[in-house]
């Protein structure tokens, strides 16, 4: 199974970008990245996901590397809502492994 | 994007008693559901993967006589816990898969913290 690893935590301020990064260095070529945020005790929300092109959406940009080996989800303009914890997963033998996620807080 | 509820959203019982909850596609059709547990401050564990018309298919160390799994419909997946204890006190979720989408995406159902005491 494609293993993800994130930090732990991360603090961003209000209005600024925030930059998580994601380390997959096992995904395989056909293997989606996928990117979901839990708000506390809420389930999952999707944000965004990618094979290997950059994308964009209205709530983030996923920037992969070219050996895809890594990816980064940017958040633009950060808001005290998006404090959540943040999963990068690797869509692998038809399931989810959700990974231990970074923490982000968002700080006026 | 796509709708899963869950039911009830909450639920408290005594020890040894069975207890039902119900994971729902509202606006798609589901062949596959996902459950999944989660303790407080961990992360979401994969406990099965259920399938419409055929039993459901268990992670590695979750007991399939206790956490009984029923996908009658392509919208309906139900989790019972059986004989609940103490220790399954927990966050349940669902989550369901469109297969009308391209990407294997997930949507996820808002939870069920049950509490057994």
């Known amino acids: 199974d494609a293993k993800t690893t994130q930090p732990p935590s991360m603090d961003c301020a209000e209005g600024r970008a925030a930059n998580l990064p994601c380390n997959h260095s096992t995904i395989s070529g056909n293997e989606y990245v996928y990117w979901y945020r839990q708000i506390h005790s809420q389930g999952p929300q999707y944000i965004i996901h990618?094979?290997?092109n950059n994308e964009t959406n209205e709530m983030a940009s996923l920037i992969i590397t070219e050996d895809r080996k890594s990816s980064t989800l940017i958040l633009p303009h950060a808001t005290l809502r998006d404090t959540a914890v943040y999963y990068c997963?690797?869509?692998?033998?038809?399931?989810?492994?959700f990974g231990a996620g970074t923490q982000v807080v968002v700080t006026p | 994007g796509a709708v899963v509820s869950q039911h009830p959203s909450w639920v408290i019982c005594k020890s040894g008693t069975s207890v039902k909850i119900e994971c729902r596609s509202l606006d798609f059709q589901a062949t596959t559901m996902f459950w999944y547990r989660q303790f407080p401050k961990q992360s979401l564990m994969l406990m099965a993967t259920s399938n419409e018309g055929s039993k459901a298919t268990y992670e590695q160390g979750v007991e399939k006589d206790k956490f009984l799994i029923n996908h009658a419909s392509l919208t309906l997946s139900t989790l019972t816990v059986t004989s609940a204890h103490p220790e399954d006190s927990s966050f349940y979720i669902c989550s369901a898969r469109d297969p009308g989408g391209a990407y294997n995406e997930q949507f996820f159902g808002p939870g069920t913290r049950l509490t057994v005491l």
């Open positions: 990618g094979l290997k």
């Open positions: 997963i690797v869509w692998s033998w038809g399931k989810f492994q």
